[in-house]
C-alpha cells in the first residue's frame, strides 16, 4: 500500500481504490497508513455517531468513522463493514504530528492507475472529496486525507496553555 | 560559570547540538532539493530552530551568537518563499556558522572564554551576503555570487586532542541530555515510540501463545473426558502416546508463555527507565528563576532540594517546570518577606524555600515549601467579599480549609502590588489546571508567620497507570484507581437508593449510562455495583453493569476528535490488544459531584503523624509502616523543617530522629513545647542511642516516649503511636 506514486505523466495515476456504499473511492498512497481487517473494535462513549468506534492500529489508537454518516447520507454508522483503512497526514511537527483516521469500508481494491482524467468534485460539498472521474465506466471519487482531515469535527479543538 | 548557569548552558548546548544537526541536514538536502514546496518545507524548519537558538542564546545572554543566528535566519529570508534556489556558497557559508556556533557555546560551557571562536564576522558576512541577494533578479538564481570571505573553521574538538577538555564528568547526567563523549547517548522520543510499538506487537504474540495452550489444554481435558477413554478403548498405546505428546506440548508452550512475560517486563521497565528523568534536571531552572525573581522583588532566597534523584515521566516533568516555576515566584512574591521583614521576625534575613520530592506507591508527592509569612487567611477572606465570591457572613463562617481554596479560584491574588509573574491574578488557578491535566493534584497549608507548603501529587508516569474496569452496556471502561474512594456491589436483588451516604454526606447515586449518554436505558438494575469517585473536595456516585477489578493499564492519547468529548481522559491499552476508555474523573465528578463538608467529613479524616529524620531510608520506612496502619504521614529531613511542617500541617503526633542537622530532636521537642498550639503534641523520639543518660535527655525535653532504632523491627513504633493517638482522642 505505501508504494510511491509513479512519476512518469505519461503514465496513470497511482491510488489506493476502496469501496464504500457501493462507490470506488481512491485516495493516494502516501495518504494510506495502511488497512485492517475488523476483528474487533472499542465503542467510544459519548461519541458523535460517525465515530463507530475505536482501534489500536500500530500502537495508536484511531477512530474508525463511517463516511456515509459523517457526510450526513446515513443515520448512524455501520459496525459490521469488514474492513479498514487507516489514512494519514502530516502536520508541520514531523512525524508525530501526523493526523490519523480510520475509515470503515466494504472491499479494498488495493493499488491501482487511473487515467489522469479527472474533474473537480462539485456536487453537494463532502469533507475530504477533491474529484471525481470514471473507471472500468464506474464512479470514481477521489478522496483527500488532507482535505477530509481539515474538517473541523476531526481537528483538535483549541486549548489554552499555561499562563 | 555559576553551577546552576552551567547546567543551563549544557542543556542549551545539548539542545543546539541537536537542532544544528537537524539544521545541516536541512541545508543540505535544501541544496539538492528542486521542486519548491520541498525547498520550503526545508528552508521553514531552519528557520524555525535558527529562531529558537536566537531567542535561547539572547535570554542567556550570549550576545554574539543571538547576532550570528539572527544573521542566518536573515539570509535565508530572501528564498523562504522556495522560489529561489539557495546558492551553495550560502549553504557552505551557514554550515560553517553552525561548527562556530556550536564550538563558541562549547567554550562558554567549559568556561574557557578565550577558546571562543569571534562569530561577529561571520555575522557580518552573513548580512552582507542578505543585501547582495535580495536584489538579485530571478535569472542569476543558478549562479553563484562570490561571498565575502569566512573564517576558518573551528576545530573539532572531538578529533582534535588540543582542545581542552570537557569540565563535565562523565557520568553526570543533565536533564537527561549527555554530552558528547559521555557513554550514554540522547535518544530521540520517537525512536521509544517505535520501541513500544514493537514491545505492542511482542505482547500480541504473548497472547496468541496463551491462546495456543489453552488450547493443548483443552484438548488435553477432551483426552480426560468419554472421548478420551473411548480412544483408548480402541487403542491404548495411542491414546496415552497423543495423551504424553500433547501435555509435552502444553508444558513447553506455558513455559514458553512464562518466559517471553519475563521478558517483555523486563524490556517494558527498561522502557520506562528510558522515559524518565530525574526531578534534579528541574533545579537548575528552579534555582536560575528563583535568583533572578529575588532581585527583582529585592529579596533573599535560597531553594533547598532532597529526593529530586527521583525520575518522572520526562513529558510529565517538561509539563511540570512552568508550574513549579510559577509556585517558586509565588512563594518570593506572597510568602518570603523582605530582609528588614525577616530580621524583624527574627528570621534568617535569607528566606528558605524547599523542595521536596518523595515517591508514594505510583505517585510522586513534591513538595515546595518556604518559610515565610503564611497566607493570611483574614486578607483571603476580605478580598473573596471585595470579588463578590462570598457575602460577609459567609466569609465569617469559612473556616481556613475552604478560605485557602480560595486562593485558587481564577483571578484570585490578595497582593498589594503587582510584580511581572505572580500577584497579578493568574497564576494559581493555572498551576491546578495544569497539574490536573497531569492526573495530578495540588494542595496547600499554610500557617501565618511559620510559612506555606504546597503539595503536588502526581503519578510516576503519564503511559502507566492503574484503573478500574467496569463494564456499562456494551462498554469497557477504566477509571482511573487513584479517584475511586469505593466500589461495591449492592445486596443481590436490592434497588438502587436515590442517595448514599458517604463520610457522612448523602450523595446522589447516578447512573454512569445516563451521564455518559450511552445506549440504553440508565443502568439501575437491583443489586449492580456502585462506585464512589473523588476529585479534590467533591466525591459523586454512580452505579455500572459489573465491576471487572484493578489492572495496570498502558494509557494511549486518543486521537482529536475523541479528545474533544469532555469524559474522556484516554484509552486503557489492556495487554491483550483490547482497550477500554479511560474515564477522567475530573470531569465525572465537577459535573454531578457534591461538596464534602469538612465539618461532617471530620471524623473520617486522618490522623497526621510528621516524620523527621535526615536518613531517607529510615523516613521512608517510618512512612509506610504508618500509611499502611492508615496514618497520614508528612515527612521532614531536619529539625527546621518538621517544626514547620508540625505548625502548618496542624500534625496529631511528631516521630523524630535525634541527631539531625539545623535543628536536632531535642531541640525540636524543646521548641514544640513552647509553642502554646504545639505543646501537648505527642512526640516519640527515635534515635540509634539508647543509654539511661539519653532517655533522660529526652526525657527533660519533653519527648513523650523514647525508642531505640533497634526496637524498630518489633513493631514498637506502630504500638506506640496508636496508643499516644488514642489517648490523645480519649483526652
Known amino acids: 500500500l505505501a508504494r510511491k506514486p509513479e512519476s512518469d505523466s505519461s503514465m496513470g495515476l497511482s491510488l489506493v481504490l476502496f469501496v464504500r456504499g457501493g462507490v470506488t473511492y481512491g485516495v493516494r498512497p502516501e495518504e494510506v497508513e495502511g488497512a485492517g481487517r475488523l476483528k474487533d473494535f472499542t465503542p467510544v462513549p459519548g461519541a458523535p455517531p460517525y465515530v463507530v468506534g475505536a482501534v489500536q492500529f500500530r500502537s495508536r489508537v484511531i477512530s474508525l468513522i463511517d463516511l456515509m454518516v459523517f457526510w450526513g447520507l446515513e443515520m448512524r454508522g455501520v459496525a459490521d463493514l469488514p474492513l479498514y483503512i487507516v489514512l494519514g497526514t502530516r502536520g508541520e511537527g514531523g512525524a508525530s504530528s501526523v493526523a490519523r483516521v480510520g475509515l470503515m469500508i466494504e472491499e479494498l481494491e488495493g493499488l491501482a492507475e487511473v487515467g489522469r482524467q479527472l474533474d473537480p468534485y462539485q456536487a453537494e460539498p463532502r469533507s475530504g472529496v477533491t474529484h471525481v472521474g470514471r473507471r472500468d465506466n464506474k464512479a470514481l471519487v477521489i478522496l483527500s486525507a488532507a482535505a477530509l482531515m481539515r474538517d473541523p469535527r476531526l481537528l483538535p479543538s483549541t486549548t489554552v496553555g499555561p499562563a | ?731
Open chain 2, 1 to 731: 560559570v555559576s553551577d546552576p548557569l552551567r547546567e543551563v548552558l549544557l542543556l542549551f548546548a545539548s539542545e543546539v547540538s541537536e537542532q544544528s544537526a537537524v539544521i545541516g541536514e536541512s541545508l543540505v538536502k535544501l541544496e539538492q532539493s528542486t521542486q519548491t514546496t520541498e525547498r520550503k518545507d526545508q528552508l521553514n524548519q531552519v528557520a524555525r530552530y535558527a529562531h529558537t537558538i536566537k531567542g535561547n542564546a539572547g535570554a542567556l545572554g550570549l550576545n554574539e551568537l543571538e547576532e550570528l543566528a539572527h544573521a542566518f535566519e536573515s539570509a535565508l529570508a530572501p528564498y523562504r518563499s522556495g522560489e529561489l534556489a539557495v546558492p551553495r556558497l550560502l549553504v557552505q557559508q551557514l554550515l560553517s556558522a553552525l561548527d562556530h556556533a556550536q564550538a563558541y557555546i562549547d567554550a562558554t560551557v567549559d568556561g574557557d572564554m578565550s577558546a571562543r571562536p569571534p562569530l561577529g564576522p561571520l555575522a557580518q558576512a552573513l548580512s552582507q551576503h542578505v543585501i547582495g541577494k535580495t536584489e538579485a533578479p530571478a535569472a542569476a538564481r543558478s549562479k553563484a555570487e562570490p561571498l565575502p570571505p569566512m573564517p576558518p573553521p573551528p576545530p573539532d574538538p572531538i578529533s582534535n586532542p588540543d582542545l581542552p577538555a570537557l569540565n563535565v564528568p562523565a557520568s553526570e547526567p543533565v536533564g537527561g541530555l549527555q554530552r558528547r563523549g559521555d557513554d550514554t547517548v540522547r535518544v530521540l522520543s520517537a525512536r521509544l515510540e517505535e520501541l513500544d510499538r514493537q514491545l505492542d506487537d511482542a505482547r500480541e504474540v504473548r497472547v496468541a501463545l496463551e491462546n495456543r495452550a489453552d488450547e493443548a489444554r483443552r484438548a488435553l481435558q477432551l483426552l480426560d473426558g468419554p472421548a478420551g477413554i473411548r480412544l483408548s478403548s480402541v487403542d491404548h498405546e495411542f491414546a496415552t502416546a497423543l495423551r504424553e505428546r500433547l501435555h509435552g506440548l502444553q508444558r513447553g508452550l506455558s513455559g514458553d508463555v512464562a518466559e517471553l512475560a519475563a521478558r517483555l517486563g523486563a524490556a517494558e521497565d527498561g522502557l520506562r527507565t528510558l522515559r524518565t528523568v530525574p526531578v534534579d534536571s528541574l533545579v537548575a531552572s528552579l534555582r536560575r528563576g528563583l535568583w533572578e525573581h529575588a532581585q527583582s522583588v529585592g529579596k533573599r532566597a535560597e531553594l533547598a532540594v532532597s529526593g529530586t534523584d527521583l525520575a518522572l515521566d520526562r513529558r510529565l516533568l517538561e509539563a511540570l517546570k512552568t508550574s513549579l516555576l510559577h509556585l517558586v515566584r509565588n512563594a518570593l512574591d506572597h510568602g518570603i518577606e523582605s530582609v528588614e521583614g525577616r530580621r524583624a521576625a527574627k528570621k534568617d534575613p535569607v528566606g528558605r524555600l524547599s523542595l521536596a520530592v518523595e515517591q508514594r506507591g505510583a505517585r510522586a508527592q513534591i513538595t515546595l515549601s518556604d518559610d515565610g509569612r503564611g497566607i493570611d487567611f483574614k486578607a483571603v477572606r476580605v478580598h473573596a467579599v471585595k470579588r463578590g465570591l462570598l457575602n460577609p457572613a459567609q466569609a465569617e463562617r469559612l473556616p481556613d480549609e475552604a478560605a485557602m481554596e480560595l486562593i485558587f479560584e481564577p483571578g484570585f491574588s490578595t497582593a498589594s502590588t503587582v510584580s511581572r509573574t505572580s500577584g497579578r491574578g493568574v497564576g494559581l488557578d493555572v498551576v491546578r489546571e495544569s497539574v490536573g491535566a497531569l492526573d495530578g493534584t495540588v494542595s496547600v497549608s499554610s500557617s501565618m508567620g511559620v510559612g506555606t507548603i504546597f503539595t503536588l501529587s502526581l503519578p510516576l508516569s503519564i503511559t502507566a497507570a492503574q484503573a478500574l474496569l467496569v463494564r456499562v452496556h456494551r462498554h469497557l471502561l477504566a477509571i482511573p484507581l487513584n479517584a475511586v474512594v469505593f466500589a461495591r456491589h449492592l445486596p443481590a436483588k436490592a434497588p438502587v437508593p436515590d442517595t448514599l451516604e458517604v463520610e457522612g454526606q448523602p450523595l446522589q447515586v447516578h447512573s454512569l449510562s445516563a451521564l455518559l449518554s450511552l445506549d440504553g436505558a440508565a443502568t439501575r438494575t437491583p443489586g449492580c455495583p456502585i462506585i464512589v469517585l473523588r476529585h479534590r473536595d467533591r466525591l459523586m456516585a454512580a452505579c455500572v453493569d459489573q465491576l471487572l477489578g484493578e489492572r495496570d493499564v498502558v494509557v494511549r492519547a486518543i486521537p482529536p476528535e475523541l479528545a474533544k468529548l469532555p469524559a474522556l481522559a484516554g484509552a486503557a491499552a489492556l495487554g491483550d490488544g483490547k482497550l477500554a476508555f479511560l474515564l477522567s474523573a475530573r470531569a465525572l465528578v465537577d459535573r454531578t459531584g457534591t461538596v464534602v463538608r469538612p465539618g461532617k467529613a471530620q471524623e473520617w479524616v486522618k490522623r497526621r503523624v510528621v516524620v523527621c529524620d535526615d536518613s531517607i531510608t529510615t523516613r521512608t520506612l517510618h512512612r509506610q509502616v504508618l500509611e499502611a496502619a492508615g496514618y497520614e504521614v508528612e515527612t521532614a529531613a531536619d529539625g527546621e523543617e518538621g517544626f514547620r511542617l508540625l505548625k502548618i500541617k496542624r500534625a496529631d503526633l511528631l516521630v523524630s530522629d535525634v541527631r539531625m542537622p539545623r535543628l536536632d530532636g531535642l531541640s525540636l521537642v524543646r521548641r514544640m513545647r513552647s509553642e502554646p498550639d504545639l505543646k501537648a503534641l505527642p512526640a516519640v523520639l527515635v534515635s540509634s542511642l539508647d543509654s539511661p543518660e539519653d532517655r533522660r535527655r529526652a526525657e527533660e525535653a519533653g519527648a513523650t516516649a523514647f525508642l531505640p532504632k533497634g526496637h524498630y523491627e518489633r513493631g514498637e513504633l506502630l504500638s506506640i503511636v496508636k496508643r499516644l493517638l488514642a489517648d490523645k482522642r480519649s483526652s
